[in-house]
């Protein structure tokens, strides 16, 4: 809750005060990311679930498909290991729950790898990914992104480090057992809660995350 502030009325929820530790609030929307932004090819580009699907199988959505899968908002900040975070978001797209609906994982299923353009990818366990406010955004304050920000399609997992959200998503791997994404291979920590300040590979415990 909000502190009563001197109008009498509650205190915005923003500031340094809602923030995992060592963070600090950015103004405007940074682009971050490794290597070139992807050129979009509507009649190339596919979302594939695949993996350990409970049947076997594979699911794939053209862009047309995946337009009209039911959208969902949710207001999330996105928290950069490099210690900035854009607050207040409102992103809109698909929840990763319908995806878990659709193509729904095998029994065993524990952690799924999401893929992006070039092998960019991101481990998750399987609870982080299903959480109720992790979306594939197409939208962000009611627009369409924009190419350096992940168009067509970005993951957003509000309570993870947001490398664990790739821009630029294809495809999803559901996995049983854990595997390294590609900064989780590189030093980073393979499960990155920001609240418990889990920036670095270094930091992880035993059952944190497979060898490195
Ligand atoms: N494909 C891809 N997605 C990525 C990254 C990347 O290098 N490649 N960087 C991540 C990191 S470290 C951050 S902080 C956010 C930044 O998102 P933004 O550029 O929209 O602010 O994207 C994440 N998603
Ligand atoms: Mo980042």
Redesign the pocket.
């Known amino acids: 809750m909000g502190q009563p502030d001197s109008r009498g009325g509650q205190a915005p929820q923003h500031g340094a005060d809602r923030l995992p530790p060592g963070q600090r609030p950015q103004r405007g929307?940074?682009?971050?990311?490794?290597?070139p932004v992807p050129r979009f090819r509507p009649e190339r580009w596919e979302f594939r679930v695949f993996g350990a699907t409970a049947d076997g199988g594979k699911r794939c959505w053209t862009h047309e498909e995946f337009s009209a899968l039911p959208y969902e908002t949710v207001v999330a900040d996105?928290?950069?290991?490099?210690k900035f975070s854009?607050q207040d978001a409102e992103w809109g797209g698909v929840s990763a729950g319908t995806f878990l609906a659709l193509a729904p994982p095998a029994p065993e299923v524990t952690h799924v790898m999401v893929w992006?353009?070039?092998g960019?990818s991101?481990n998750l366990r399987l609870a982080d990914f299903a959480a109720r406010r992790t979306v594939f955004a197409t939208h962000r304050d009611g627009e369409l992104?924009t190419a350096?920000?992940?168009f067509p399609v970005?993951?957003v997992v509000p309570q993870l480090?947001?490398?664990?959200?790739?821009?630029?998503?294809r495809g999803v791997e559901y996995m049983t057992a854990d595997r390294r994404g590609?900064?989780e291979e590189r030093g980073y920590h393979n499960i990155g809660d920001p609240w418990r300040e889990q920036r670095y590979s270094y930091q992880e415990e035993p059952g944190d995350g497979p060898d490195l």
């Open positions: 929307w940074p682009v971050t990311h490794y290597g996105l928290h950069c290991v490099t854009m992006a353009e070039y960019y991101a992104l350096e920000h992940g970005r993951l480090y947001a490398w664990k959200g790739p821009k630029w998503v590609f900064w």
